[in-house]
């Protein structure tokens, strides 16, 4: 033990002082940099400036040499018609890296967009980790900020820095209730003063919504749709007929099962609303479950205070009406939801200094 202490010192001694040099170099022209790595988008804030345009979570890449071709919007729009030897790539996986070199290629095209090149030298990187995620998902985060030269990284849990994104005061309430669905997962958390006292999350989430979209248009009309005409429907039309049962109906273009030819369908607001029933019921009752664990005095003051919905999904036409039927309690929907968690990583750049850094943590 001691002998490892030993050996391991002077590394350690030189790291301090190559991490003060860094600081004091920094000083003069880096920024702090608040990260929110989601499935579907990547968001990012930067001290003193504010919101940078979020981007896709998707990368093209050159199947053959491993190259990337495209990233963000421009990759997502290759989706559905990308020449052979190309491949789209999510490197993010409900809230998890799953392929860290793209998501570091990702992180590091965003930060070094044309509009901020040369702004930052070794960044200081806070970013929102999914709470519960494995030693190894924590890793890759990190990894993925190593790679694109940060001095330091903190890892923030996400259901805190939604706190501060909405900017609830903690110190006035018993406990807050806050739903992020995203598009790789819906998070369920409560959160009090003290930290986040439960939470759950569910894979039912906008990805699985697309799907079962794309699923029933083939079921209902024989045609072959893509995520993004899928995404559209799901935008236009959402579970509002389970709300009001007004017709609604959207026009969307696919490849017909049967002539296997370009072809454009009226699809209906009940038909999409059908299809993605069971996947908000599904999330309602990971709702339920998560208030029957929490205590009950918190539960009290949430039950006065509402449910905060956050994350892209929650602008879903019917989603909070639904919610607030089934769990009867008030729901607030948040201005510009899908923002809240890299906000609130924005506000906590304030402390930086305060925090240790993850890396060390993980040793
Ligand atoms: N107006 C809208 N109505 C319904 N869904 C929407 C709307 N706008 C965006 N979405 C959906 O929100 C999802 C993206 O939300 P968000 O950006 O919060 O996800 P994420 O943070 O990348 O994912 P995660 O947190 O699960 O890792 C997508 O599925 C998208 O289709
Ligand atoms: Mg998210």
Sequence with gaps: MSMKTDNTMPVNKKTTIQRSFLDWIGSFGSEDIGVDLGTSNIVVYVKNKGLVFPEASIVAVKESTGEVMAYGLKAAEMEGRTPAGIKIVYPVHAGAIVDYHSAAYLLNSIINQSYLKGMFFHPRLLMCAPIGISHVQKRALLEAAVAIGARKTVLIEQPLAAVMGLGVKTKDREGTFIIDAGGGATKMSIVSRHGVVSSDYSLQSGGFMDEAIINMVMEKYHVHIGRNAAEMLKIALGAMWDVDHNAQVCEVCGISAVSGLPTKIVVTGENVARALNPILYQIFSKVIAVMQTTPPAILEDIRRTGVMLIGGVAQLKGFSELLGQVIDMPIH???????????????????????????????
């Excluded at 899908?338 to 609130?344: F, H, K, Q, S, W």
């Design 333 to 363: 929907v948040a201005d510009h939801p899908a923002y809240v968690n890299a906000v609130g990583a924005g506000s906590a750049l304030e402390y930086m200094d305060y925090f240790r850094d993850s890396l060390q943590d993980l040793h």
